[in-house]
């Protein structure tokens, strides 16, 4: 037994004091290294890169995170876990907002890139999913992947209080314009029982949204949870007089078809 003295005291605590420094040290270099780890993924697109940062600078690193076994980044998600959503709209007025690392090809109405998705949550009658779907490639509703408390009572009654509903784009302003058209439309026409009729009101009113934003007009229809500010985006954008002129001239000729077909209606274009 060693004999208990001032200077054996005095090497114990010594002893104990240095493993206590290099414990912290350990944990504070793994901490680095972690953060590092995610910070360091790769994202080859320029736009989408600075999308990232400027989300990033808004609201924080995101929630989810994913890369590829190379490190490149496949998504950053901005969402609070299904089974502790508790503030709605918390991320700029969404629910959810979802930036992928490469980006996806569209054709409607315009032809794009598409990088970004947002989402809310809203109640949407079934009998509107066809035509809301029919509107746009870009709209998507998941009525699975949604609050915890909401899957509980969808699963011990039946009932569906609320689903995903997002748009996707390369702006989150569109993204935003497409999420409200689609709340629009459920309030305009939740009680309607002229299901079939809706499909090409929903997808010409769609294109005039969307047209209206990209051809100089900007959000006509308003969106009282959203300001674009908050993205550092613009309150209008311009996609060019040719652009422009075609698609006005398109979405009176659908509405002209449109009203012909179904009702037998003459039009007149201006």
């Known amino acids: 037994m060693i004999p208990r003295t001032r200077k054996n005291v005095d090497i114990l605590a010594s002893v104990i004091g240095l493993l206590f420094v290099i414990i912290i040290c350990l944990v504070a270099t793994c901490v680095v290294i ?6 360091n993924f790769k994202i080859s697109n320029n736009m989408i890169k600075d999308k990232y940062n400027s989300l990033v600078s808004k609201m924080g690193d995101p929630i989810y995170l994913k890369t590829d076994k190379d490190n490149n980044l496949f998504s950053a998600t901005w969402q609070q876990p299904l089974d502790n959503w508790n503030v709605p709209g918390k991320f700029g007025g969404c629910d959810v907002i979802k930036l992928f690392g490469e980006p996806v090809l569209k054709q409607h109405p315009h032809k794009a890139i598409v990088f970004i998705v947002i989402g809310k949550y809203i109640n949407v009658p079934d009998k509107l999913l066809g035509p809301l779907k029919y509107a ?44 409200q058209f689609v709340m629009d439309m459920i309030e305009q026409y939740k009680d309607s029982k002229e299901h079939n009729e809706l499909y090409e009101v929903f997808r010409a009113e769609y294109d005039r949204r969307i047209n209206d934003y990209l051809c100089g007009d900007g959000i006509t229809d308003p969106i009282p949870w959203y300001d674009p500010g908050m993205f550092d985006e613009p309150n209008k954008d311009y996609i060019g007089d ?26 007149t274009s201006s």
């Open 34 to 39: 972690s953060k590092n780890r995610n910070n």
């Open 136 to 179: 746009s490639e870009t709209i998507n509703i998941d009525q699975l992947f949604i609050p915890k408390k909401y899957q509980e009572i969808y699963q011990s009654t039946g009932e569906k209080q609320v689903a995903l509903v997002t748009g996707s784009c390369a702006s989150v302003t569109i993204s935003v314009i497409t999420v």
């Open 242 to 267: 040719e652009k422009c002129a075609k698609t006005k001239e398109n979405l009176l000729s659908n509405v002209s078809e449109f009203f012909k077909t179904h009702f037998n209606t003459p039009t």
